[in-house]
């Protein structure tokens, strides 16, 4: 597609239940982000893959959110054992590179899974 | 670190009013600046960038300059219409490497006819 997608664009799940949001970014696009935008904030970043490679994960809260991006396409974000602090819009971005990890290249921002957790 | 600060909202004019958001910055460096907007229900979407000192960002009407002395990045519009209520962040590409970019609280703009 033209744009980034992700999906599920709601999700609901009870305390303690794993979930998974998907990402699927803009075709060539070699860098993909995650942030995480509670109600009223503005994102906050979670963690960076450069193709494959998850070059910085300083973002991510604890031991129970993990995030993969296995063929430098699609990526996924997986929470563990959810907890209601976790309820949020998670944002993915990707943008274009010119090599190396650093680029002014504008990231470009999908609509968001709004993830509640009861 | 660097951190970005947004005057809070929601800010409330009439229609052709004029719109200031004022945004500071705390860097090292001279970092890029960003607007973005978030219509509800959608996501973020990119308005206007500025790369270096004294750079100007426009797009649809809004502009914004990039004041390394004030170390400032305010959004303005001449005259703003009921299409442009949204939510608008600023936001500052991270020094320390990997292009993340760290965002304002945000502020609400809601203009009416």
């Known amino acids: 597609g033209a744009g980034v997608s992700q999906s599920p664009r709601y999700k609901v799940a009870k305390r303690g239940q794993d979930v998974a949001l998907r990402c699927d970014p803009i075709?060539?696009?070699?860098?993909l982000f995650w942030y995480q935008q509670a109600l009223g904030q503005g994102p906050e970043f979670l963690t960076y893959?450069?193709?494959?490679?998850?070059?910085?994960k300083s973002g991510l809260p604890s031991d129970r959110f993990f995030a993969e991006r296995p063929e430098g396409s699609v990526s996924t974000l997986k929470i563990q054992r959810t907890q209601q602090e976790d309820s949020a819009v998670y944002l993915c971005?990707?943008?274009?590179?010119?090599?190396?990890?650093?680029?002014?290249?504008?990231?470009?921002f999908g609509d968001g899974t709004r993830l509640s957790i009861l | 670190g660097d951190s970005v600060t947004q005057m809070e909202g929601p800010v409330t004019l009439s229609e052709e009013a004029f719109l200031t958001i004022n945004c500071t910055y705390t860097?090292?460096?001279?970092?890029?600046l960003f607007w973005y907007v978030q219509y509800p229900g959608e996501g973020l979407q990119l308005l206007l960038k500025?790369?270096?000192?004294?750079d100007k960002g426009s797009n649809k009407g809004f502009e914004a300059t990039y004041r390394k002395e004030t170390t400032s990045f305010h959004l303005e519009k001449g005259s703003v219409q009921v299409s442009d209520s949204a939510v608008y962040f600023c936001?500052?590409?991270?020094?320390?490497?990997?292009?993340?970019?760290?965002f304002g609280a945000g502020t609400r703009l809601a203009v009416h006819p």
């Open positions: 860097a090292t460096g001279y970092p890029s």
């Open positions: 500025a790369t270096k000192a004294d």
């Open positions: 936001a500052l590409l991270y020094s320390g490497g990997y292009n993340k970019l760290i």
């Open positions: 075709s060539g696009h070699v860098s």
């Open positions: 893959f450069q193709n494959e490679a998850q070059l910085d």
């Open positions: 971005a990707s943008s274009g590179t010119t090599g190396g990890g650093y680029s002014n290249q504008p990231q470009h």
